[in-house]
């Protein structure tokens, strides 16, 4: 342990001692990246320009290896620029300039001294004019105590150039650190190789804040002693929130406070008008006109760590599943084998039917032979083969093997493929038919609802989902007819139910218990019905409307036309590079993304919790955490209906008629058959006389 403490002294020791950085004024030019555009800005029209200024001007004028543009900056003051006088929006993003994409932009900044007003108004003026270079180098005549303010407008790294001596040509750099409590440092000379190194040490002297305060809307106190980052539950300790676990992660690396831990003591909180980072902004239209807009741009929008929430919709329905009977013994095969098959039968019956014709030469004996063969078909497709002798004996030897051919095919459909599906089909439980596509719900005009709310300062709480439609309503053009029929009469249709918590609507759906919409009117949900809500919602109502009833559930995988974009917003502050680092390690490691998902959990487990026993909790817990969709029940143990035997009795009655049939075609002949035809159409004509004569009788009697 005293190793390690005479160790950490001696690094301090070297790191005090260690040789202030200085370079020529010949080489400076090695601490601008190449393919730079050198901004030179400064007082030119001064009469007593000092020598130390008029040297470093010469050689940044007079150098090949960069871009130059010059900026008059009369009496040090940017108000009196022409340039940037003018700019009454951001030039850079709506006229882009003479930079190239790959380009450095670098600000060479000669001023006497720092007057801490006058540079913040410079810095805020470069920002709203669209200016925020990568580098800035403040060539200073002075050096003083330097107060800069922390919360400029820009995410420039500030270096600060001094020539102390007028016989040397070295120049001490120096490195401006926002929270360090003596804002100028002088660098080392191991950090002043080239731009690299530089902006190396900068990053290492400004990305300790001292316990800055980085104030964001997650500012609440964390207890250890209650809370965890790292499972949903640990003991006692249960899962916190994903924006005190970020902010508490980040305020450790980067050495800043936002969440307050018992026990600790940190300095006052300095109050201001927006937070620094802005975890829960939704970006809409207002987001863009009001922080986002070139003019007065005060975050940036990171790349990571941010979520996109899409409305999915999904179609719910109570209804009673059904067997379909008679209907499904036409199931195990599709339509197209059912034609293909019926189509194969009826031309190999054809043929063997042409075979005896061109035998005999006899057109009884094709027909003959087409009902045998007919007949074959059927038998086989029963599993009966004992007719396939006597259909090779009509047909010739040659066709032996067709025959054979037939009769395995035969087999296939009929007892593989048909018989093994149909027992399954006739007892098989079949949900209601319905679309789940935004259009076709439209159109069925289905009850559609939706609980995902947003709150806004003048409407209080509303439907997102309504202020979205309106949007999209609004800008859309006569061109889109069709999507604009669909939003129009979605708009129209949605009924929004104002709620905190989408399971218990939920809950109180599957209980059939009636709910309160928006429009103050309080009744059940339909037996069939459409939710259309941001994803955490709509896995919120649906876990609700699955705990009592057993609806049926279809989630609809078309494309979402609705989302949400919910980024998070850092302010262009000097700290900005630390914290997007820091946001795109959470992001690579995963850790973002989990804490989402704990936080999602927990908060659906505190509900169920709060509104439900003990064993729907579990049941819910087990749910979403083994993504169990639904109760395991044996097939034995469900009862079938009677419902299941409507048609029985109509198909017992067409096999018994086509069985009485076949049995008086195969036991009396045609003859007999005629005859019997001829003395029921004489009984007919008798019975028919008969009642003439009765009617002619009653006609007289009654005249």
């Known amino acids: 342990m005293l190793l390690k403490i005479y160790f950490a002294i001696f690094l301090q020791t070297i790191s005090v001692t260690s ?38 001007f010469k050689f940044l004028q007079q150098n090949l290896k960069f871009s130059k543009v010059l900026h008059p900056l009369p009496n040090n003051d940017i108000e009196h620029s022409l340039q940037y006088q003018n700019c009454s929006h951001n030039q850079y993003t709506d006229n882009p300039k003479y930079y190239l994409h790959y380009a450095t932009k670098i600000f060479v900044i000669f001023l006497p001294k720092i007057e801490p007003q006058m540079f913040y108004d410079l810095q805020n003026k470069l920002n709203y004019c669209g200016e925020n270079p990568t580098y800035m180098f403040l060539i200073l005549s002075t050096i003083q105590k330097i107060d800069i303010h922390a919360w400029a407008g820009q995410t420039t790294s500030l270096f600060v150039m001094h020539h102390p001596s007028i016989i040397s040509d070295l120049v001490h750099i120096y490195v401006i650190c926002h929270t360090c409590p003596v804002q100028l440092v002088e660098v080392p000379a191991e950090s002043v190789d080239d731009i690299n190194a530089l902006y ?24 250890p002693n209650k809370f965890t980052c790292r499972a949903i539950k640990r003991g006692n300790r249960a899962f916190s929130h994903v924006l005190t676990c970020a902010q508490l992660t980040l305020g450790d690396k980067y050495n800043y406070t936002d969440v307050k831990i018992p026990g600790r003591q940190y300095p006052p909180d300095e109050p201001r008008a927006y937070p620094d980072i802005l975890y829960n902004m939704a970006v809409t239209k207002q987001t863009f006109e009001g922080i986002l807009h070139p003019v007065r741009t005060l975050y940036s929008w990171l790349p990571n760590c941010g979520t996109i929430y899409q409305f999915k919709l999904a179609v ?53 032979n087409f009902t045998q063969c007919a007949y074959w078909i059927f038998c086989c497709l029963c599993g009966q083969y004992h007719g396939t002798p006597a259909i090779l004996s009509v047909t010739a030897l040659s066709c032996a093997v067709f025959v054979i051919f037939w009769v395995v095919m035969f087999f296939l459909v009929g007892t593989v493929f048909y018989q093994g599906a149909i027992f399954s089909s006739l007892i098989a439980m079949q949900p209601p038919s319905f679309s789940s596509d935004l259009e076709s719900v439209v159109d069925s005009e289905i009850q559609i609802i939706t609980t995902t709310y947003r709150y806004t300062n003048h ?9 979205l439609l309106r949007d999209e309503i609004s800008i859309m053009t006569k061109s889109d007819t069709g999507l604009l029929r669909i939003l129009s009469k979605l708009n129209k249709s949605v009924e929004f139910i104002p709620t905190h918590s989408s399971f218990t609507v939920g809950l ?10 928006d429009s103050g009117e309080v009744k059940k949900a339909a037996d069939t019905f459409a939710v259309l809500n941001l994803e955490g919602d709509l896995a919120e109502i649906l876990a609700g409307i699955g705990l009592k009833g057993d609806p049926h559930i279809v989630t609809s995988l078309e494309e979402p036309i609705f989302f949400l974009q919910n980024p ?43 509104y439900t026993t003990d064993e729907l909790y579990r049941k819910v817990v087990i749910t979403r955490l083994y993504k169990v969709r639904k109760e395991i029940v044996f097939e034995e143990e469900k009862s079938v209906s009677v419902s299941a035997l409507d048609s029985v009795p109509p198909l017992v009655g067409v096999l018994f008629g086509a069985g009485l049939l076949i049995f008086l075609g195969e036991s009396i002949k045609w003859q007999g058959l005629r005859y019997l035809f001829l003395k029921w159409r004489q009984y007919a004509a008798e019975v028919a006389g008969c009642f003439r004569q009765i009617h002619g009788l009653l006609n007289e009697t009654l005249g």
Not at 579 to 601: K, N, V
Request: aromatic share 16%; proline share 3%.
């Open 19 to 56: 040789k202030p950085g200085q370079v020529n004024i010949s080489h400076i030019d090695r601490l601008f990246p190449h393919q730079s555009v050198l901004n030179i800005m400064g007082d030119f029209n001064t009469s007593h320009p000092k020598l130390f200024d008029y040297k470093l």
């Open 200 to 223: 190396a040490y900068w990053k290492r002297e400004n990305s300790n804040l001292h316990h800055y305060h980085i104030q964001a809307y997650a500012s609440v106190s964390f207890d």
């Open 316 to 368: 719910v329905t109570f209804e009673k599943l059904k067997v379909d009977g008679v209907q499904g013994i036409t199931l195990p095969l599709d339509v197209y084998t059912w034609a293909a098959s019926g189509i194969s039968f009826i031309l190999i019956s054809i043929l063997l039917g042409g075979i005896g014709y061109k035998k005999s030469g006899v057109v009884r004996d094709c027909v003959s």
């Open 459 to 467: 409407h209080g709480y509303g439907s997102m989902l309504r202020d």
């Open 508 to 517: 109180n759906i599957s209980e059939s218990w009636r709910v309160q919409f």
């Open 568 to 610: 998070i917003l850092v302010k262009r502050w000097f700290f900005y590079p630390f914290i997007s680092h820091g946001f795109g390690q959470l992001a690579q490691s995963g850790l973002y993304d989990f804490w989402i998902e704990l936080t999602s959990f927990s908060e659906l487990m505190n509900t169920v919790r709060k």
